[in-house]
């Protein structure tokens, strides 16, 4: 009974040991699957390691050429916008020079058509304007030609004297019957060569005048005028001189009035003709009245024309003092 308990105990235990072997055989295959397949992995790891560093090498070189390209196209736009830029500034230049060239331009030929009119109107015109006031039918047929012919010499006359002074690159102002005046010259001489000038021309108004002094214009020295003012201030005294002339019949007296203040200038020009007339006195769109009163304002000044009295009429022009003879 004991023997067999024996034996079946041995049979039991090897049994056990047949399973545990197995078991372990199971496990010893289970392990050296596992081993594989680390194995695997890990080559498999090695593999993508390798991978992942071509790749990260690639994209390091890829980014480094992107940079590059990205910096070089930088550069170029760079480029372009400073010569797009400069090509604006050079656009806008231009721009301004051509605008500032037309603008020079348009404000020349203003100041041509205004002088050229201020010629005429002091000159031709002022012969016209006398022609016209006084009854045609006393003239002959050969005073009347002489007349026109007069007025027709002044106006081509105008035309040389101010193609003279373009051609010569000199400022002058063209007085009628061909005489031009030098605007560099001082002051008194422009003056007094427009006083004399003017009294020369057949107007009724000169034909009667018993006092008359050459005026002195000495007091009206001074080295801040600009030619346009010595224009202006010729001009201002020629046509105060031909109205005295065309307006102030019966005259007998002419005087011109030159004085210099600490303050101011004075120029004045006084008859003891008939008085204002109506066109004087209220026509306010005469050229001559526009004309002073320009020159007034530019320099500063004022001007008037007034009753003189007991008679006559008294034509003014006052304006600062800036410097002394």
């Not at 050429?65 to 656009?91: D, P, W, Y």
């Amino acid at each position: 009974m004991a023997f067999s308990f024996e034996q079946a105990s041995r049979y039991e235990l090897l049994k056990l040991v047949k399973e545990l072997t197995q078991k372990l055989e199971v496990l010893e295959a289970q392990k050296h699957d596992a081993e594989i397949m680390l194995d695997t992995v890990v080559e498999h790891s090695t593999l993508l390691e390798n991978e992942l560093q071509l790749a990260e090498r690639n994209v390091r070189e890829l980014n480094g050429v992107l940079e590059e390209r990205v910096k070089q196209r930088t550069a170029e736009l760079e480029a372009a916008n400073r010569e797009l830029a400069k090509e604006i500034i050079e656009r806008k230049q231009a721009q301004e020079e051509a605008l500032a060239l037309t603008q020079e331009v348009l404000q020349q030929r203003s100041l041509t058509i205004e002088r050229t009119y201020e010629a005429v109107h002091n000159g031709p015109l002022q012969e016209l304007a006398v022609l016209l006031r006084t009854d045609i039918s006393l003239f002959s047929d050969e005073q009347l030609r002489s007349q026109l012919q007069k007025i027709n010499i002044d106006l081509r006359g105008i035309y040389q004297s101010m193609r003279g002074a373009v051609d010569n690159h000199h400022e002058g102002l063209c007085l009628e019957g061909g005489l031009t005046l030098d605007l560099s010259i001082d002051l008194p001489g422009l003056l007094l060569q427009t006083f004399e000038h003017t009294l020369e021309r057949d107007f009724p108004g000169f034909k009667t005048i018993l006092f008359q002094i050459t005026p002195d214009f000495s007091p009206l020295a001074t080295t801040s005028l600009s030619l346009d003012h010595k224009r202006g201030l010729c001009l201002f005294l020629q046509e105060a001189l031909c109205n005295v002339g065309k307006h102030a019949l019966g005259t007998t007296r002419l005087e011109v009035l030159c004085k210099q203040h600490d303050s101011s200038y004075y120029l004045g020009i006084v008859d003891n003709g008939q008085g204002l007339s109506p066109d004087l006195d209220s026509g306010s769109d005469q050229q001559g009245t526009h004309q002073a009163k320009r020159l007034a304002q530019s320099l500063s000044g004022h001007f008037q024309r007034r009753c003189n009295l007991p008679q006559g009429v008294r034509c003014e022009l006052v304006w600062p003092a800036v410097d002394k003879a």
